[in-house]
């Protein structure tokens, strides 16, 4: 996986879609504290590096929907929801297999 002028890409597809397992190793770079968790910063970070523009906003309702413990922390097991909204949210394409 490579990002390119903001926009996600693998080697091996062509038409920009990731994986779940790609999505999250992309997303573990924006971990700075690597403390295993994805802060509202941390996601606005990582937000901004692909759709730039209302990353604050939007890094705050993709907080509130992936975070079901209410701990403010994404953590592994809330991922499969925010998968769900870069999806719906950000347009990005991420695939299962």
Known sequence: MAI????????????GAITVDEFKEWLKKFDTNKDG?????????AIRS????F????????????????????????????VEFAQKTLGMKIVAY
Do not use: M
């Not at 968790?37 to 970070?45: P, T």
């Open 55 to 82: 990353s604050g906003w939007k890094s705050s309702r993709g907080l509130r929907h992936a975070d079901t413990d209410g701990d403010g922390f994404i953590e592994d097991g809330e991922i499969d929801n925010l």
């Open 50 to 53: 692909v759709r730039g523009r």
């Open 37 to 45: 968790r994805i802060s509202r910063e941390e996601l606005r970070k």
């Open 4 to 15: 390119k002028n903001n926009v996600i890409t693998t080697t091996r597809s062509l038409d």
